[in-house]
């Protein structure tokens, strides 16, 4: 029942920006954190940015100062803005929300994944 759309994913210069976001169809209650990974080929999906029920906010070393996420809460949308793009950025990016649940573990709802490519 519940979805994440993802969209603005593309292929940007070095240095450019892309803002990525994830709409959720429906309503996810009991939200524990909502996120943005990324995986290219070879590599293990590594968590970007992450923001917590409350607000706070975790990044990568790799990308701080350089990607913000946030989220509208009227829009049900969660967003990546990714400045100062580099080769190394390229991937496909997931978005993900963990919910609580009655029991341990919690679960995990994925967008489908956009595609960013940087080009030197």
């Known amino acids: 029942q519940v979805q994440l759309v993802e969209s603005g994913g593309g292929l940007v210069q070095s240095g450019g920006s892309l803002r990525l976001s994830c709409a959720a169809s429906?309503?996810?209650?009991?939200?524990?954190?909502r996120g943005w990974y990324r995986q290219s080929p070879g590599k293990q999906r590594e968590l970007v940015a992450q923001?917590?029920?409350?607000?706070?906010?975790n990044y990568a070393d790799s990308v701080k100062g350089r990607f913000t996420i946030s989220r509208d809460n009227a829009k049900n949308t969660m967003y990546l803005q990714m400045n100062d793009l580099k080769p190394g950025d390229t991937a496909v990016y997931y978005c993900?929300?963990?919910?609580?649940?009655?029991?341990?573990?919690?679960?995990?709802?994925w967008g489908q994944g956009t595609q960013v490519t940087v080009s030197s």
């Open positions: 923001i917590t029920s409350g607000g706070s906010t």
């Open positions: 429906g309503s996810i209650f009991n939200v524990n954190a």
């Open positions: 993900n929300v963990r919910v609580t649940t009655f029991l341990p573990p919690a679960l995990d709802y």
